[in-house]
């Protein structure tokens, strides 16, 4: 049972356009919710959160919206950039007390120069 | 400052071998965790520690994976026997509590 869902396994964006990653829920419960990059050979490293009581969070050129009714968030990259070339995980957890990430499958994300 | 340490970093064995995983987490985040990533799979989730406390084992498959982590710093996670299935890649993360985590490099398992 995938409770986080990443339906493009992949995603081509021009240099300087707008990056746009999807990213589903099934379980209600879910508070809190990660965005982690991952390059070849490393480990994923975070990115960018956001609580179930907000509903857009912003970071430079990341921002993050989640739609609780509609159990769907996002990432916004703006302008993308030759290293931003990665796959990226979506991630949640329950409320605070139990830190388990539940991990999407990942999109893999190539600028275009 | 250092991130995750994990070694070693690559590891080809052959079915039914034993294998262990080392991880030194980064200095004073006290919880730890084991993650196993399939091919094309985010990340799941094995065992969670706080301190030398294992409080969330619930996904390691006790059969034949076991880990410690004795002084509440490094941790091992062992495989004995490893099967092909377990061909994977092994992560180990650190946090202090309830903060956001900090992932090492991996260990990429292959069982022939």
């Known amino acids: 049972d995938q409770q986080v869902k990443q339906n493009s396994p992949s995603l081509s964006v021009q240099e300087g356009r707008i990056s746009i990653l999807n990213c589903d829920y099934t379980n209600s419960m879910f508070d809190y919710f990660l965005w982690y990059k991952k390059y070849p050979a490393e480990g994923p490293t975070f990115l960018i959160s956001?609580?179930?009581?907000?509903d857009k969070n912003e970071d430079g050129r990341f921002t993050v919206f989640l739609n609780k009714s509609a159990k769907h968030l996002s990432l916004h990259i703006v302008p993308s950039q030759p290293g931003d070339s990665a796959v990226y995980f979506c991630a949640a957890t329950l409320p605070r007390g139990n830190e388990k990430l539940t991990f999407g499958t990942g999109t893999r994300l190539t600028i275009i120069p | 400052e250092a991130g995750v340490v994990q070694s070693p970093r690559y590891k080809i064995i052959e079915k039914k071998q034993p294998v262990a995983f080392w991880c030194n987490p980064i200095?004073?985040?006290?919880?730890l965790y084991w993650y196993r990533q399939n091919l094309g799979q985010g990340p799941e989730l094995l065992i969670r520690?706080?301190?030398?406390?294992?409080?969330?084992d619930s996904q390691l498959p006790k059969d034949r994976f076991s880990a410690e982590r004795l002084k509440g710093v490094d941790s091992t996670l062992k495989i004995q026997p490893a099967e092909l299935g377990d061909s994977a890649v092994y992560l180990c993360?650190?946090?202090?509590?309830?903060?956001?985590?900090?992932f090492g490099p991996g260990t990429r398992l292959l069982v022939l």
């Open positions: 520690y706080e301190n030398e406390e294992a409080v969330d």
């Open positions: 956001i609580s179930s009581i907000k």
């Open positions: 993360a650190s946090s202090s509590t309830q903060e956001t985590q900090y």
């Open positions: 200095s004073g985040h006290n919880t």
